[in-house]
């Protein structure tokens, strides 16, 4: 059995908020990260194909379909936690826009 994803309150209503390609895309990573941690201890170096340590130490990043994530695996309570979704967006000006 997978760990459980947990989507912290202030998070939860920006989720619902992105486009459903970008929503599914998320979960769908989400739940494999979530599935992975089921099999590999924290220490296991395969890890860095799904996240990065935050340079701060304080928990895991991720990136998919235009998004940051930042969770926490807590392997204790067998928790995802997901405590902050980022989306940037660039706008560039024309002059350095591509021309196709």
């Known amino acids: 059995m997978s760990f459980t994803i947990h989507i912290e309150q202030p998070v939860a209503p920006l989720l619902e ?3 459903f390609p ?3 895309s998320l979960r769908a990573h989400l739940q494999r990260i979530a599935e992975t941690a089921e099999f590999l201890p924290p ?4 890890w860095e194909d799904l996240v990065q340590v935050q340079p701060d130490g304080d928990g895991l990043r ?3 379909a235009g998004c940051c994530v ?3 695996l807590l392997h ?3 928790e995802l936690v997901v405590e ?3 989306r ?3 706008r560039l000006p024309e002059s350095l826009a591509l021309a196709w």
């Not at 220490?43 to 395969?46: C, L, N, S, T, V």
């Open 88 to 90: 940037v967006r660039i």
């Open 22 to 24: 970008v929503r599914d």
């Open 84 to 86: 902050q979704i980022g």
């Open 70 to 72: 930042r969770l926490h």
């Open 17 to 19: 908020e992105l486009p």
């Open 43 to 46: 220490e296991d170096p395969r």
């Open 76 to 78: 204790d309570s067998r």
């Open 62 to 64: 991720t990136y998919v």
